[in-house]
């Protein structure tokens, strides 16, 4: 089976950085996605991790570990529109069903 | 950019109606889906779709559902028999190839009464 956590809600303050974690349990592992979601709006892409390491994609970056079945995505120089949930996907091996966690909800404050 | 775009956005209905929630996937992809969200949860998985035929489907996926692509456009979700927990945003989604993102439309609010 999937199991997916990552925290509920986090607060940041507006020009800082912040670290979602996600940690993943999955059995079989192609890749792990974050995917951004404003209130009542659809999920849109954000990154796609098959290997460890970091990618970077202007103010995001996500990293993957397989071994440790963890992942991070970075916010640099947060804007108040960054405030959304932030949702966490692993692709299983032999699948292409994204499982999701629940979503990191993010407040961007003042 | 291209995009996939779902209808109605809204959909009001009766227990025990059946409806049928519509999307145009982008049109050079290869897998399309169907997701769920009920109001302040996670994104769950319906069932996905590959070469005209359903490849996967999850427990939620149950008798009460469908899908059909009765074109070459069209991707469709038929609720046979509405319960009240069926009540939720219904998403589709399509990729291009495996190992690709997914693009999600806008949604499909479903509310039953």
Redesign the interface.
Known sequence: GQNIDQPTEMTATEGAIVQINCTYQTSGFNGLFWYQQHAGEAPTFLSYNVLDGLEEKGRFSSFLSRSKGYSYLLLKELQMKDSASYLCAALPAGSYQLTFGKGTKLSVIP | EPEVTQTPSHQVTQMGQEVILRCVPISNHL?F?W?RQILG?????LV?F?NNEI??K?EIFDDQFSVERPDGSNFTLKIRSTKLEDSA?Y?CAS?LG??????????TRLTVV
């Open positions: 897998y889906y997701y949860q996670k994104v769950e998985f996905s590959y490849s996967e999850s945003m998403f990729v495996a190992g690709t993102e997914a693009f999600f439309g806008q949604g």
